[in-house]
């Protein structure tokens, strides 16, 4: 989305939360509105539209608490700061999976390549050293596979 139409989503949804809250002292010119709208992206520059919608509908069902009459940017800052306490530990277990899928993808990974493991599958790799073996020293190429069979077969 362009900055515009942003712009104009994040109005209409604190417009909505205003009038939905109904308090006497509220933002009510849109210079109110605009500075706060700044404030918040300020504030707050790695929220997405689905968490402005999603703050600004718990705030309406008052989740972070009763706003007494009032409804100015410091509750909006408030309320955001309170949003984002919730959403961390959410965040943190994302995080924590992601560590550890790419752990188990790595040593996954690993596993072929460690010599324990590759001794098992290739018995030429026994008489290698691990480090030869997996910069491709000491391996026999397609031709000289070929050619010591030819020359196995010879011999007998």
Known sequence: MDEVRTRV????????????????KTL????????????????FP?????DW?????????EA???YYERLKLAQFVECFNKYEQLKQP????????????????QAEALR???TEYATQINPVAKRVNAAD?????????YTEREEMKNRQKAQQ
Not at 9 to 20: H, P, S
Not at 30 to 36: A, D, H, M, R
Not at 90 to 105: C, L
């Open 28 to 43: 009510s010119t849109p210079e109110e509105i605009e500075l706060t709208i700044n404030e918040l992206i300020q504030s």
């Open 64 to 66: 972070f608490g009763p």
């Open 9 to 24: 989503a994040l109005v209409a949804m604190i417009n909505r939360t205003v009038k939905f809250i109904d308090a006497n």
């Open 46 to 50: 790695c929220y997405t539209l689905e």
């Open 90 to 105: 959410v965040i943190q277990t994302i995080r924590d999976n992601e560590r550890k899928d790419y752990e188990r993808e």
């Open 53 to 61: 919608r999603l703050c600004c509908y718990m705030m309406a069902k």
């Open 112 to 114: 072929y390549l460690q």
């Open 133 to 141: 073996w997996m910069r491709g020293e000491d391996r026999l190429t």
